[in-house]
């Protein structure tokens, strides 16, 4: 999915004209991405001079280390609320039961995807 890199945006506007569905729009002097209905079609991406729309994959580091974080806090949580260090190990467990979930989700919806080349 695109993204803006607020750094480098100049504000030019031409992504926002050239977006077919018009949903890319200027936020002070920065553009933004409705997620909502983008159709994820790149047209953006294409016409970026300054290359400020960004594909998601880059963010992938910081989802990962987001991703370590949150389980920490909640493993701290779990210990200090159900008053046991032992529930911090439980917590991980339950944490990489849900990622592995995310995994397999991600895996069978890349698996129904492949079929649409077919259809």
Not at 49 to 61: I, N, W, Y
Request: proline fraction near 3%; glycine fraction near 6%; hydrophobic fraction near 30%.
């Amino acid at each position: 999915m695109p993204w803006i890199d607020e750094k480098s945006c100049n504000g030019c506007g031409i992504c926002v004209d050239e977006c077919p569905v018009d949903t890319i729009y200027m936020e002070g002097k920065k553009a933004e991405i409705d997620m909502e209905n983008c159709i994820r079609c790149g047209v953006c991406h294409d016409v970026c001079l300054q290359e400020s729309v960004r594909h998601d994959s880059e963010k992938t580091p910081d989802e990962v280390r987001a991703n370590v974080e949150m389980t920490k806090r909640f493993m701290e949580a779990c210990a200090k609320y159900l008053g046991d260090k032992k529930e911090k190990g439980k917590c991980l467990k339950r944490m990489k039961k849900h990622f592995n979930k995310e995994k397999i989700v991600a895996e069978k919806t890349l698996n129904e995807l492949e079929k649409l080349k077919n259809a």
